[in-house]
């Protein structure tokens, strides 16, 4: 059942989210099956994202004495958080050289240690970088359902994702 499109405003730019779902809507997913069998599994669509990050075009600064700390509303509809901090990859399509990836019941709240920081290497994006690529970072509110296939497993996962630049002198 779609629920609509909703605008949200930030300081420098406009983000823009359709929400193809209302929280709590059940979204069913089947497949036929091939080389595993078929299955079909329901799992719920999460709350809208309602965070900071994502809606200003400056990067957010990432200090090694301080750490960093992520927030967002929180949602207790027992969902989860995820963080993808990307450090900048020497070329379009090479590895990145660091991520630090955080997940998170949806309480709010993210707190990245400045000792991962310190470890993290220099990177300044924003969208545009010369002599190396810039991949934005991201926050996402998701909910994930397994299902066991004769030994193999299909994870089905919906959310709802923010992009963000990060800087880290």
């Not at 399509?93 to 309480?107: N, R, T």
Request: aromatic content about 6%.
């Amino acid at each position: 059942t779609p629920s609509g499109s909703s605008n949200r405003a930030g300081t420098d730019v406009l983000a823009y989210t359709l929400m193809a779902f209302a929280a709590g809507d059940p979204i069913t997913v089947s497949a036929p099956g091939d080389g595993l069998p078929g299955f079909s599994t329901e799992v719920s669509a999460v709350a809208p994202l309602i965070t900071e990050l994502g809606n200003s075009a400056e990067p957010m600064a990432l200090d090694p004495s301080d750490g960093a700390t992520l927030t967002w509303q929180p949602n207790d509809d027992g969902g989860r958080v995820r963080v993808k901090i990307n450090a900048d990859n020497p070329a379009h399509g090479a590895a990145f050289a660091a991520i630090i990836e955080c997940d998170s019941a949806d309480d709010g709240t993210i707190v990245i240690d400045p000792s991962l920081v310190a470890a993290f290497p220099a990177t300044v994006s924003g969208g545009a970088c010369a002599g190396s690529d810039c991949p934005a970072s991201s926050i996402t509110r998701y909910r994930q359902v397994g299902v066991d296939l004769d030994g193999a497993r299909v994870d089905v996962l919906v959310g709802d994702r923010r992009e963000f630049w990060i800087s880290r002198p």
